[in-house]
Protein backbone atom coordinates (compact mmCIF):
# COMPACT_ATOMS: atom_id res chain seq x y z
CA UNK A 1 0.00 0.00 0.00
CA UNK A 2 1.48 3.39 -0.97
CA UNK A 3 2.51 6.30 1.91
CA UNK A 4 -0.39 7.88 -0.18
CA UNK A 5 -3.57 5.89 0.40
CA UNK A 6 -2.11 5.27 4.01
CA UNK A 7 -2.23 8.90 4.58
CA UNK A 8 -5.56 8.85 3.26
CA UNK A 9 -6.96 6.20 5.46
CA UNK A 10 -5.12 8.07 8.75
CA UNK A 11 -6.85 11.28 7.27
CA UNK A 12 -10.34 9.64 7.35
CA UNK A 13 -9.78 7.58 10.31
CA UNK A 14 -9.34 10.95 12.28
CA UNK A 15 -12.07 13.43 10.07
CA UNK A 16 -14.07 10.25 11.36
CA UNK A 17 -13.07 10.26 15.06
CA UNK A 18 -13.95 14.73 15.25
CA UNK A 19 -17.52 13.77 13.50
CA UNK A 20 -18.52 11.16 15.86
CA UNK A 21 -17.62 13.68 18.75
CA UNK A 22 -19.03 16.49 17.48
CA UNK A 23 -22.58 14.68 16.47
CA UNK A 24 -24.00 12.25 19.10
CA UNK A 25 -25.00 9.02 18.42
CA UNK A 26 -28.76 9.72 18.87
CA UNK A 27 -28.88 12.57 15.77
CA UNK A 28 -28.79 12.68 12.50
CA UNK A 29 -25.23 11.58 11.16
CA UNK A 30 -23.04 10.24 8.58
CA UNK A 31 -21.27 7.34 6.22
CA UNK A 32 -17.98 7.30 4.61
CA UNK A 33 -16.12 5.38 2.50
CA UNK A 34 -12.47 5.02 1.30
CA UNK A 35 -12.10 2.87 -2.13
CA UNK A 36 -8.56 1.76 -3.81
CA UNK A 37 -9.09 -0.40 -7.19
CA UNK A 38 -12.43 -1.28 -6.34
CA UNK A 39 -11.67 -2.55 -2.57
CA UNK A 40 -13.31 -1.23 0.05
CA UNK A 41 -10.59 -0.33 2.52
CA UNK A 42 -12.30 1.83 5.42
CA UNK A 43 -16.05 2.57 6.16
CA UNK A 44 -17.44 4.21 8.48
CA UNK A 45 -21.15 4.93 9.65
CA UNK A 46 -22.21 7.29 12.83
CA UNK A 47 -26.03 8.41 13.70
CA UNK A 48 -29.23 7.92 12.86
CA UNK A 49 -31.04 7.71 9.29
CA UNK A 50 -34.86 7.92 11.04
CA UNK A 51 -35.27 10.04 14.31
CA UNK A 52 -38.82 9.09 14.93
CA UNK A 53 -37.85 5.54 15.02
CA UNK A 54 -34.33 5.48 16.19
CA UNK A 55 -32.97 3.58 13.05
CA UNK A 56 -29.24 3.61 12.58
CA UNK A 57 -27.15 4.84 9.57
CA UNK A 58 -26.03 1.74 7.77
CA UNK A 59 -24.44 0.83 4.13
CA UNK A 60 -27.71 0.25 2.99
CA UNK A 61 -29.23 3.19 3.81
CA UNK A 62 -30.92 5.22 0.91
CA UNK A 63 -29.58 8.99 0.74
CA UNK A 64 -30.64 12.06 -1.51
CA UNK A 65 -27.46 12.71 -3.64
CA UNK A 66 -28.50 16.40 -4.85
CA UNK A 67 -25.78 17.45 -7.21
CA UNK A 68 -23.61 14.17 -7.36
CA UNK A 69 -26.29 13.71 -9.82
CA UNK A 70 -24.72 15.54 -12.27
CA UNK A 71 -21.90 13.55 -13.03
CA UNK A 72 -23.98 10.69 -14.21
CA UNK A 73 -26.14 12.78 -16.14
CA UNK A 74 -22.81 14.51 -17.94
CA UNK A 75 -21.61 10.67 -18.38
CA UNK A 76 -24.42 9.27 -20.29
CA UNK A 77 -24.54 12.65 -22.64
CA UNK A 78 -20.62 12.60 -23.01
CA UNK A 79 -21.62 8.68 -24.29
CA UNK A 80 -24.25 9.88 -26.42
CA UNK A 81 -21.69 12.35 -27.84
CA UNK A 82 -18.80 9.54 -28.31
CA UNK A 83 -22.17 7.65 -30.70
CA UNK A 84 -21.98 10.68 -32.93
CA UNK A 85 -25.82 11.26 -31.42
CA UNK A 86 -25.01 15.07 -30.68
CA UNK A 87 -21.89 17.09 -30.95
CA UNK A 88 -20.62 19.32 -27.92
CA UNK A 89 -20.50 22.14 -30.20
CA UNK A 90 -23.97 21.90 -31.30
CA UNK A 91 -26.04 24.76 -30.35
CA UNK A 92 -28.95 23.06 -28.50
CA UNK A 93 -31.70 25.66 -28.79
CA UNK A 94 -33.31 24.58 -31.22
CA UNK A 95 -33.90 21.42 -29.47
CA UNK A 96 -34.92 22.55 -26.37
CA UNK A 97 -38.27 24.90 -26.00
CA UNK A 98 -37.35 26.34 -23.03
CA UNK A 99 -34.71 27.98 -24.67
CA UNK A 100 -36.54 29.36 -28.22
CA UNK A 101 -36.96 32.75 -27.47
CA UNK A 102 -32.95 33.15 -26.31
CA UNK A 103 -30.92 34.97 -28.69
CA UNK A 104 -27.44 33.89 -28.47
CA UNK A 105 -26.18 29.83 -29.76
CA UNK A 106 -26.26 28.18 -26.88
CA UNK A 107 -23.85 25.15 -27.37
CA UNK A 108 -24.23 21.60 -25.47
CA UNK A 109 -20.56 22.30 -23.92
CA UNK A 110 -22.15 25.37 -22.33
CA UNK A 111 -24.71 23.42 -20.75
CA UNK A 112 -21.86 20.75 -19.23
CA UNK A 113 -19.50 23.18 -18.01
CA UNK A 114 -21.98 25.61 -16.60
CA UNK A 115 -21.05 28.79 -18.96
CA UNK A 116 -24.64 29.35 -20.73
CA UNK A 117 -25.32 32.25 -18.98
CA UNK A 118 -28.70 30.71 -18.45
CA UNK A 119 -30.19 31.61 -14.63
CA UNK A 120 -30.77 29.04 -12.45
CA UNK A 121 -34.55 27.61 -11.93
CA UNK A 122 -34.08 27.07 -8.09
CA UNK A 123 -33.34 30.85 -7.41
CA UNK A 124 -35.95 31.76 -9.82
CA UNK A 125 -38.53 29.21 -8.06
CA UNK A 126 -37.43 30.37 -4.85
CA UNK A 127 -38.55 34.42 -5.56
CA UNK A 128 -41.99 33.73 -6.68
CA UNK A 129 -45.00 35.40 -4.68
CA UNK A 130 -46.55 32.84 -2.73
CA UNK A 131 -44.91 29.40 -2.90
CA UNK A 132 -44.95 27.18 0.41
CA UNK A 133 -41.52 26.16 1.53
CA UNK A 134 -42.09 22.29 1.01
CA UNK A 135 -44.13 22.97 -2.22
CA UNK A 136 -43.01 20.52 -4.65
CA UNK A 137 -41.70 22.13 -7.71
CA UNK A 138 -42.28 19.62 -11.37
CA UNK A 139 -40.45 19.61 -14.07
CA UNK A 140 -42.77 21.20 -16.26
CA UNK A 141 -42.11 24.46 -13.95
CA UNK A 142 -38.73 24.22 -14.13
CA UNK A 143 -38.69 24.17 -17.47
CA UNK A 144 -41.21 27.07 -17.75
CA UNK A 145 -39.39 29.16 -15.26
CA UNK A 146 -36.09 28.86 -17.73
CA UNK A 147 -38.38 29.83 -20.97
CA UNK A 148 -39.76 32.71 -19.09
CA UNK A 149 -36.47 33.89 -18.34
CA UNK A 150 -36.24 34.76 -22.23
CA UNK A 151 -32.06 35.04 -22.46
CA UNK A 152 -28.52 34.43 -21.15
CA UNK A 153 -27.53 36.86 -18.20
CA UNK A 154 -23.95 37.03 -20.32
CA UNK A 155 -22.15 35.35 -23.35
CA UNK A 156 -22.13 31.61 -23.61
CA UNK A 157 -18.56 30.29 -23.00
CA UNK A 158 -17.54 33.67 -21.83
CA UNK A 159 -17.87 33.11 -17.48
CA UNK A 160 -18.18 30.10 -15.43
CA UNK A 161 -21.47 30.51 -13.19
CA UNK A 162 -22.91 27.65 -11.68
CA UNK A 163 -26.99 26.80 -12.72
CA UNK A 164 -29.13 23.78 -11.78
CA UNK A 165 -30.70 24.97 -15.23
CA UNK A 166 -28.19 23.39 -17.44
CA UNK A 167 -28.68 19.93 -15.91
CA UNK A 168 -32.34 19.80 -16.03
CA UNK A 169 -32.27 20.79 -20.06
CA UNK A 170 -29.51 18.37 -20.54
CA UNK A 171 -32.02 15.57 -19.24
CA UNK A 172 -34.25 16.72 -21.47
CA UNK A 173 -31.75 16.14 -24.84
CA UNK A 174 -31.19 12.82 -22.98
CA UNK A 175 -34.83 11.94 -23.19
CA UNK A 176 -34.54 12.90 -27.15
CA UNK A 177 -31.50 11.56 -27.81
CA UNK A 178 -31.94 8.05 -26.33
CA UNK A 179 -35.58 7.59 -26.76
CA UNK A 180 -36.40 6.88 -22.82
CA UNK A 181 -35.98 8.95 -19.87
CA UNK A 182 -33.00 9.74 -17.23
CA UNK A 183 -34.29 7.06 -14.95
CA UNK A 184 -34.99 4.44 -17.62
CA UNK A 185 -31.47 5.06 -19.31
CA UNK A 186 -29.24 5.02 -15.99
CA UNK A 187 -30.76 1.85 -15.12
CA UNK A 188 -30.71 -0.07 -17.91
CA UNK A 189 -26.51 1.57 -18.67
CA UNK A 190 -25.54 1.31 -15.36
CA UNK A 191 -27.63 0.45 -12.24
CA UNK A 192 -29.09 -2.84 -13.54
CA UNK A 193 -25.48 -4.24 -14.84
CA UNK A 194 -23.46 -2.96 -11.90
CA UNK A 195 -25.39 -4.62 -9.12
CA UNK A 196 -26.91 -1.05 -7.64
CA UNK A 197 -30.02 -2.38 -6.41
CA UNK A 198 -30.60 0.56 -4.02
CA UNK A 199 -30.05 3.76 -6.55
CA UNK A 200 -32.48 5.24 -8.58
CA UNK A 201 -33.46 8.58 -10.38
CA UNK A 202 -36.81 9.55 -8.71
CA UNK A 203 -39.55 11.91 -10.08
CA UNK A 204 -41.78 11.48 -6.74
CA UNK A 205 -39.86 12.93 -3.93
CA UNK A 206 -42.82 11.11 -1.54
CA UNK A 207 -42.53 8.19 -2.96
CA UNK A 208 -41.83 5.24 -0.19
CA UNK A 209 -38.25 3.53 -0.57
CA UNK A 210 -37.08 1.17 1.56
CA UNK A 211 -34.87 2.02 3.94
CA UNK A 212 -34.72 5.80 3.22
CA UNK A 213 -33.08 8.18 5.52
CA UNK A 214 -34.76 11.45 6.75
CA UNK A 215 -33.12 14.71 6.75
CA UNK A 216 -32.92 17.14 9.51
CA UNK A 217 -32.29 20.56 10.65
CA UNK A 218 -32.38 21.99 13.89
CA UNK A 219 -34.98 23.44 15.31
CA UNK A 220 -34.72 27.28 15.81
CA UNK A 221 -37.30 27.44 18.41
CA UNK A 222 -36.53 24.06 20.75
CA UNK A 223 -32.55 24.26 21.23
CA UNK A 224 -31.37 20.08 20.62
CA UNK A 225 -34.17 19.34 18.54
CA UNK A 226 -34.49 18.46 15.06
CA UNK A 227 -36.81 19.12 12.30
CA UNK A 228 -37.91 17.33 9.39
CA UNK A 229 -36.59 18.85 6.08
CA UNK A 230 -38.45 16.84 2.91
CA UNK A 231 -37.09 17.04 -0.60
CA UNK A 232 -39.31 19.51 -2.09
CA UNK A 233 -37.84 18.63 -5.84
CA UNK A 234 -39.28 16.16 -8.74
CA UNK A 235 -36.24 17.57 -10.84
CA UNK A 236 -33.80 15.45 -11.71
CA UNK A 237 -30.44 15.66 -14.49
CA UNK A 238 -29.28 18.57 -11.59
CA UNK A 239 -30.70 16.32 -8.88
CA UNK A 240 -32.86 13.17 -8.00
CA UNK A 241 -30.61 10.55 -7.55
CA UNK A 242 -31.05 8.19 -4.56
CA UNK A 243 -28.46 5.51 -3.36
CA UNK A 244 -26.59 4.29 -0.40
CA UNK A 245 -23.16 3.93 0.86
CA UNK A 246 -23.27 0.06 -0.91
CA UNK A 247 -24.18 0.84 -4.10
CA UNK A 248 -21.90 4.16 -4.60
CA UNK A 249 -18.75 2.28 -3.87
CA UNK A 250 -20.08 -0.77 -6.11
CA UNK A 251 -20.48 1.62 -8.73
CA UNK A 252 -16.72 3.10 -8.53
CA UNK A 253 -15.31 -0.51 -9.65
CA UNK A 254 -16.96 0.76 -13.27
CA UNK A 255 -16.40 4.52 -13.01
CA UNK A 256 -12.33 4.07 -12.19
CA UNK A 257 -11.50 0.72 -13.57
CA UNK A 258 -13.49 -1.34 -16.06
CA UNK A 259 -11.39 -3.56 -17.62
CA UNK A 260 -14.37 -4.10 -20.41
CA UNK A 261 -13.55 -0.51 -21.80
CA UNK A 262 -10.42 1.16 -23.11
CA UNK A 263 -9.14 4.04 -20.20
CA UNK A 264 -10.07 7.04 -22.18
CA UNK A 265 -13.44 6.07 -22.41
CA UNK A 266 -14.19 5.49 -18.89
CA UNK A 267 -16.68 7.06 -17.53
CA UNK A 268 -14.68 9.49 -15.29
CA UNK A 269 -11.95 9.90 -18.01
CA UNK A 270 -15.31 11.66 -20.30
CA UNK A 271 -16.01 13.78 -17.24
CA UNK A 272 -12.30 15.20 -16.38
CA UNK A 273 -11.98 15.67 -20.56
CA UNK A 274 -10.66 19.40 -20.61
CA UNK A 275 -11.98 21.19 -24.02
CA UNK A 276 -11.37 24.77 -23.70
CA UNK A 277 -14.08 25.59 -26.59
CA UNK A 278 -16.77 26.17 -23.84
CA UNK A 279 -15.26 27.91 -20.93
CA UNK A 280 -12.46 30.69 -19.70
CA UNK A 281 -8.83 29.45 -19.29
CA UNK A 282 -8.34 28.15 -16.11
CA UNK A 283 -11.93 26.59 -15.29
CA UNK A 284 -12.15 24.23 -13.48
CA UNK A 285 -15.32 22.16 -13.64
CA UNK A 286 -14.97 20.33 -16.47
CA UNK A 287 -18.40 17.86 -17.88
CA UNK A 288 -20.00 17.26 -14.43
CA UNK A 289 -16.71 17.25 -12.29
CA UNK A 290 -14.67 19.62 -10.96
CA UNK A 291 -10.83 18.93 -11.58
CA UNK A 292 -8.20 20.15 -8.95
CA UNK A 293 -4.33 18.87 -7.97
CA UNK A 294 -3.67 18.93 -4.67
CA UNK A 295 -0.78 16.75 -3.03
CA UNK A 296 1.18 16.34 -6.61
CA UNK A 297 -2.35 14.74 -7.99
CA UNK A 298 -5.13 15.03 -9.91
CA UNK A 299 -8.49 14.93 -8.02
CA UNK A 300 -12.24 14.99 -9.76
CA UNK A 301 -15.22 15.54 -7.55
CA UNK A 302 -18.75 17.00 -7.20
CA UNK A 303 -20.99 17.22 -4.32
CA UNK A 304 -24.72 18.05 -3.28
CA UNK A 305 -26.13 20.10 -0.68
CA UNK A 306 -30.18 20.24 -0.83
CA UNK A 307 -32.43 20.33 2.04
CA UNK A 308 -30.05 19.05 4.77
CA UNK A 309 -28.66 16.29 2.37
CA UNK A 310 -24.91 16.46 1.64
CA UNK A 311 -22.87 14.20 -0.34
CA UNK A 312 -19.45 14.25 -1.75
CA UNK A 313 -17.71 11.68 -4.36
CA UNK A 314 -14.29 12.47 -4.86
CA UNK A 315 -11.79 10.67 -7.03
CA UNK A 316 -7.93 10.59 -7.40
CA UNK A 317 -7.70 8.55 -11.09
CA UNK A 318 -4.03 8.05 -10.77
CA UNK A 319 -4.56 5.68 -7.22
CA UNK A 320 -7.90 4.45 -8.53
CA UNK A 321 -8.87 5.76 -5.60
CA UNK A 322 -12.40 7.29 -4.58
CA UNK A 323 -13.66 8.87 -1.18
CA UNK A 324 -17.43 8.78 -0.80
CA UNK A 325 -19.70 10.50 1.76
CA UNK A 326 -23.40 11.25 2.35
CA UNK A 327 -24.90 12.79 5.15
CA UNK A 328 -28.77 13.62 6.31
CA UNK A 329 -27.33 16.47 8.87
CA UNK A 330 -27.87 20.11 8.39
CA UNK A 331 -24.48 21.74 8.11
CA UNK A 332 -22.64 18.70 7.69
CA UNK A 333 -19.36 20.08 5.56
CA UNK A 334 -19.53 17.79 2.42
CA UNK A 335 -17.24 20.06 0.22
CA UNK A 336 -14.54 18.57 -1.85
CA UNK A 337 -11.21 20.95 -1.07
CA UNK A 338 -12.47 20.77 2.97
CA UNK A 339 -12.09 16.93 2.34
CA UNK A 340 -8.72 17.26 -0.13
CA UNK A 341 -7.17 19.20 2.76
CA UNK A 342 -8.78 16.62 5.97
CA UNK A 343 -7.02 13.89 3.73
CA UNK A 344 -3.70 15.33 2.33
CA UNK A 345 -3.49 18.43 4.46
CA UNK A 346 -3.14 21.78 3.03
CA UNK A 347 -0.41 21.35 -0.20
Known sequence: MSEFVEQALRGLAAQADELCRAYGPDGPGFCAALVVKGEVLAQQVHGLAHLEWQQPIDANTRFYLASEAKPWTAAFIMRSVAAGKIALDEDVRGRLPALASYTQPILLGHLLRHTSGIDDYLTLWHAQLGRGDHDVLQPEQALELIRRAHD?????????????SNYVLLAELLAQLEGCSLAELAAQLCF???????????RDPWRVMPRRARSYEPDPLHPGAWLDAPVPLATWGDGGLWSTLADLTQAERQWQQDPQVPAHELLLARCCAEDQRFAPVGQTYRFGVEVLHHAGREFAFHGGCYASFTSLVLRCPAEQLSLLVLSNREGFDARGPRWLNALWGDC
Open 152 to 164: VRFTPGSQYAYSN
Open 192 to 202: KPWRMPSTSFE
